[in-house]
């Protein structure tokens, strides 16, 4: 017999449920509206804003890589042209394309379609397979997968958020059930490898050799590819490219700073110098590494270790945006699903969802970045579950 909830907690959750409702509303309604402003110009809001925002460069590179027109891609100005070109009005010289080669392998296939109905399928297609991978980690997915906030932010920016989070998120859901599936989203992770740097430490402290042995062949496929559709030359203009990258994105981010949630930012915004800051980034990254290879190592429970690595890699990353916020729905899942605490769990899964709509906002009205202070929380729930569990482990062997 099921013990029976109480009317507070019963009240609670509908309460919550309600908000959730209210909240799919009120984004989706904006989300519409937003998009149809954006056809004020062309194209465009009329001031050099996008219909899709930032999926007019995931579709402009592919456009070009798909018609033989790779050098324009990393050549600024000639890109820029172009998706003027596309769109029909003034476009902000802020939209660049930023990504490896690679990711025009698997953005090659909106490129088949015109601009707008590409944008619906990336939209659509983006948020199912997030749906997909959630519903694989817990039983409640659709109503998370609506209202989580980075889905917002992600949708009303066109960015790939939730393609990262199905990836990512799905990898580690389908581990120890199919580990060679698992470990092909893991390389379709390539695309931004800067958000993948806890899988290789998690898979090798894991003894996950199939789904490594995946991850990697998945990798050479999508190089192979990327040399097929861009050459060599490609990757040279990326290559070339990528100190300016670095500088405009990082070091000198004076346009989109307040949309970094990461180490490096909140360091940099305390005045610490860009040396300081990658040392503190570092040394973040040292000890989210550390914690991980100790869950996976020592065969911490599968919610603590999947929750380790996202959270892991929130903290080892220099350039983590808002939208790219979308796999916390995961980590909030594996917290509740692994924590002794419930209610520290709930404040840490509470801040995790919320990040994306504060951490912006507070930058900007304070000049600092408080994006780490949303993370540690959640870091602090699950190292106590990684070290409960090893000393658990320690105490049946006495």
Excluded at 16 to 28: C, E, F, K, P, V
Excluded at 285 to 303: E, S
Aim: with cysteine; aromatic share 12%.
């Amino acid at each position: 017999m099921r013990p029976k909830s109480s009317p507070s907690i019963l009240r609670d959750t509908d309460l919550l449920r309600n908000i959730a409702y209210l909240w799919i509303a009120l984004t989706g309604a904006f989300c519409a509206f937003d998009l149809y402003r954006k056809t004020a110009v062309g194209l465009t809001d009329g001031g050099g804003r996008p219909i899709g925002d930032d999926f007019v460069n995931y579709f402009s590179g592919a456009w070009l890589a798909l018609h033989q027109r790779t050098p324009e891609i990393y050549h600024w100005p000639a890109y820029h042209a172009f998706q003027e070109a596309l769109v029909g009005a003034a476009v902000s010289p802020n939209y660049n394309y930023s990504y490896p080669p690679l990711a025009l392998v698997l953005t090659l296939p909106f490129a088949l379609l015109p601009y707008v109905p590409a944008l619906g399928v990336w939209l659509a297609g983006g948020w199912y397979a997030f749906f997909s991978a959630l519903r694989l980690a817990t039983p409640n997915a659709l109503l998370l997968a609506l209202a989580t906030p980075a889905v917002f932010v992600n949708t009303y920016c066109g960015q790939n958020g939730v393609w990262t989070a199905a990836f990512l998120g799905g990898g580690l859901s389908l581990l120890e059930r199919r580990p060679v599936v698992a470990g092909v989203l893991f390389g379709l992770q390539a695309y931004k490898p800067h958000l993948a740097l806890m899988i290789p430490v998690a898979l090798l402290a894991g003894r996950q050799w199939r789904a490594l042995v995946a991850g990697a062949v998945t990798v050479g496929v999508l190089l192979l590819a990327s040399l097929a559709l861009a050459g060599w030359d490609g990757w040279r203009a990326f290559l070339d490219l990528a100190p300016v990258l670095r500088k405009v994105t990082l070091e000198d981010a004076d346009a989109v700073w307040h949309r970094n949630v990461s180490v490096f930012m909140a360091a940099s915004r305390l005045g610490l110098g860009a040396s300081a800051a990658y040392a503190a980034q570092i040394a973040a990254a040292l000890f989210a590494a550390a914690l991980v290879a100790l869950a996976w190592f020592k065969d911490a429970p599968a919610p603590a270790r999947n929750a380790a690595v996202l959270i892991g890699l929130l903290l080892a990353t220099p350039y983590l945006q808002d939208y790219d916020l979308v796999l916390g729905a995961f980590i909030v899942v594996w917290l509740t699903q692994g924590a002794a605490a419930k209610s520290e769990a709930q404040i840490a899964s509470a801040l995790i969802l919320l990040a994306p709509l504060l951490a912006s906002p507070l930058a900007k009205l304070t000049g600092f970045a408080f994006g780490p202070l949303f993370v540690i929380p959640a870091l602090i729930v699950t190292a106590r579950a990684v070290f409960a569990a090893r000393a658990a482990t320690v105490a049946a062997r006495a």
